[in-house]
């Protein structure tokens, strides 16, 4: 049965995982708070991407897959950076969507979303003056044509069965497609007026703001809109400083903005989120092979942390669909339940993009011509977005040779994989309750390494002893640093319930039989085996087993 996105939604709110951003004020539009849950579930998948890119990485051996063995380190650099980066890496020339206004809606539309078709009808308040042609527009949809019917018949105040009194002319039509001259007959998506929207105008993604107290336009900088450009700025501090050689990847975690114009799909198009970005440095004639170890090794990551490759897909960008200085992209795609059946939503990029940057921030900004990486000139034939100048190529002291690095950054989505582990792990079954009854149970199955709870601990009884074993336990888990909780409340299967619904891997319930032979019954969450465990043995068990 397809998951309901409601549903997910809906139990993200109750156990405390997501919140509506400023929720007692009404909320706002593409920003979200985690909750105690869902806190602790972006941090483990934080944790767990740091750990396996770069903590756990023995840059003493080539891993599978990879051409030779190589070094990682991460970095931390600022939200706001000198407003010269965004014009040489390209953001600030091509980093918008081209936007309409209606002025009487006062909604504003993306261009490229609306569509329309020319009609001709009469106005049922007005059939004296005769019929009249206008340009119907409706925001794109599956099933456009329906909302253009009814927004025409709205225009000319008619009721639904005169449908076949309107003249439909020609196919459905991009607005951009519609020569300029026309605007005045065009009806805009949400009014009853014509000629209400403005000219496209463009509309840039990056959050502006400004510095310094008395700042002016001069002062004004940008939210980053991606991590990627702190480490290409630090390129050669990192190789001055850090002992590193070619290859080597620098890793980066942290907050991005970009003013959406359309935030959707719950966290999935926010304009706050943060984002888990590799800028990898490698030989050019390297190059593709490097980006194929890092498509394929990114891809796996997710299968080993519990994502189905029913619900995964890598796909290959085609040629024209590549940006102008990449020679590889691939996106790896979820099978999110608000997309329609076989569509896919991109979690993660993984991009070969060449010297671009690196040469982009010392020449100035780069554009390809032909086969060619092109310094952009304006008018005036000087740089358009001149670079720092800085030389940042590296030489390779073995071979004394001085090249400029090739790029393979694997750009990944923080709050998109977490909701990606979040309908992965939504499942419902049937389970029966203390009395036999079957009772549906709603079980999240997190990864243990993912799981914000690993562990809770129950007494059966509030007496006879019971609860003090049990709170020892607990408190040698918490001592351990695994992160669980204490329950005495309610019946036994309610409490495994409340468990299951926040995906606690482990329940350990502490009985009868505890006094006399000193163990705990541990029970999983999955296979909903029990087994009794010494309680002296209940932390190591528990650690081998998220370790396992
Ligand atoms: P999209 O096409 O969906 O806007 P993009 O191709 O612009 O995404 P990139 O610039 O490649 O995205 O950013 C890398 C990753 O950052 C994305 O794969 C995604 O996981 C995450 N990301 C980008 N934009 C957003 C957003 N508005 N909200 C949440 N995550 C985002």
């Not at 998948?45 to 840059?59: A, G, I, K, L, T």
């Not at 299968?303 to 960008?317: E, F, T």
């Not at 606690?504 to 969450?525: E, G, I, Q, S």
Request: proline share 5%; charged share 30%.
């Amino acid at each position: 049965m397809p998951k309901s996105m409601d549903e997910i939604v809906s139990l993200c709110k109750r156990r405390g995982f997501i919140f509506q951003d400023s929720d007692i004020y009404g909320g706002q539009n593409g920003f979200w708070d985690y909750g105690p849950l869902g806190m602790l579930l972006k941090r483990n998948v934080r944790n767990v991407w740091y750990e396996d890119m770069v903590d756990f990485h023995n840059e003493l051996v080539a891993p599978n897959g990879a051409p030779e063995a190589y070094q990682m380190v991460g970095v931390e650099t600022a939200l706001i950076m000198h407003p010269q980066v965004w014009k040489c890496s390209g953001h600030y020339d091509l980093f918008h969507d081209m936007m309409v206004d209606c002025r009487e809606s006062k909604k504003r539309y993306r261009h490229d979303h609306i569509k329309g078709r020319w009609v001709t009808g009469t106005h049922k308040k007005n059939e004296e003056a005769g019929p009249e042609t206008v340009f119907i527009t409706a925001v794109d949809s599956e099933d456009v044509q329906t909302d253009l019917d009814a927004n025409a018949l709205r225009y000319f105040g008619l009721k639904k069965k005169y449908l076949e009194k309107l003249d439909w002319e020609g196919e459905t039509t991009p607005l951009p497609e519609l020569p300029e001259d026309k605007l005045t007959e065009v009806v805009g998506p949400d009014v009853t007026s014509k000629g209400t929207l403005t000219e496209q105008r463009e509309f840039n993604l990056m959050f502006k703001t400004t510095l310094g107290a008395l700042g002016g336009e001069d002062d004004a900088a940008f939210l980053r809109p991606e991590t990627a450009q702190g480490i290409f700025v630090n390129f050669k501090n990192i190789v001055d400083t850090s002992r590193v050689k070619v290859p080597f990847g620098v890793a980066q975690v942290g907050k991005s903005f970009r003013n959406e114009i359309t935030p959707r799909n719950f966290t999935f198009r926010s304009r706050e989120f943060e984002q888990m970005e590799i800028e990898f440095f490698c030989a050019p004639d390297e190059s593709a092979k490097w980006y194929t170890f890092w498509r394929d090794k990114r891809y796996q990551w997710y299968q080993d942390l519990g994502i189905s490759q029913d619900n995964l897909i890598l796909r290959d960008h085609h040629k024209e669909e590549l940006a102008h200085y990449s020679v590889g992209t691939a996106d790896i795609e979820y099978a999110f339940p608000f997309l329609e059946a076989g569509e896919y939503g991109e979690l993660e990029g993984i991009a070969h993009r060449g010297d671009f940057d690196l040469r982009s921030h010392t020449e100035g900004k780069l554009k390809k011509e032909g086969d060619e990486l092109v310094v952009e000139l304006d008018e005036h034939g000087q740089p358009k977005h001149r670079g720092s100048g800085k030389d940042l190529s590296y030489f390779n002291d073995e071979t004394r040779e001085r090249f400029v690095p090739h790029v393979i950054e694997p750009s990944a989505g923080a709050d998109r994989g977490t909701l990606a582990f979040i309908c992965e792990a939504y499942h419902e079954d049937e389970q029966p309750d203390e009395k036999g009854k079957m009772q549906t149970r709603t079980v999240m199955k997190f990864h243990p390494r993912l799981a914000p709870i690993k562990a809770a601990i129950f007494p059966l009884m509030k007496k006879d002893g019971q609860p003090e074993i049990a709170q020892e336990i607990y408190g040698a888990l918490k001592a351990a640093g695994i992160s669980c909780q204490y329950d005495q409340a309610g019946v036994i299967g309610r409490r495994y319930r409340r468990q299951d619904e926040i995906g606690t891997p482990y329940c350990l319930t502490v009985d009868y039989d505890t006094a006399d032979d000193n163990c705990v019954t541990l029970r999983d969450r999955d296979s909903l085996e029990q087994e009794r465990v010494p309680v002296d043995q209940v932390v190591s068990e528990i650690t081998a087993r998220l370790n396992g």
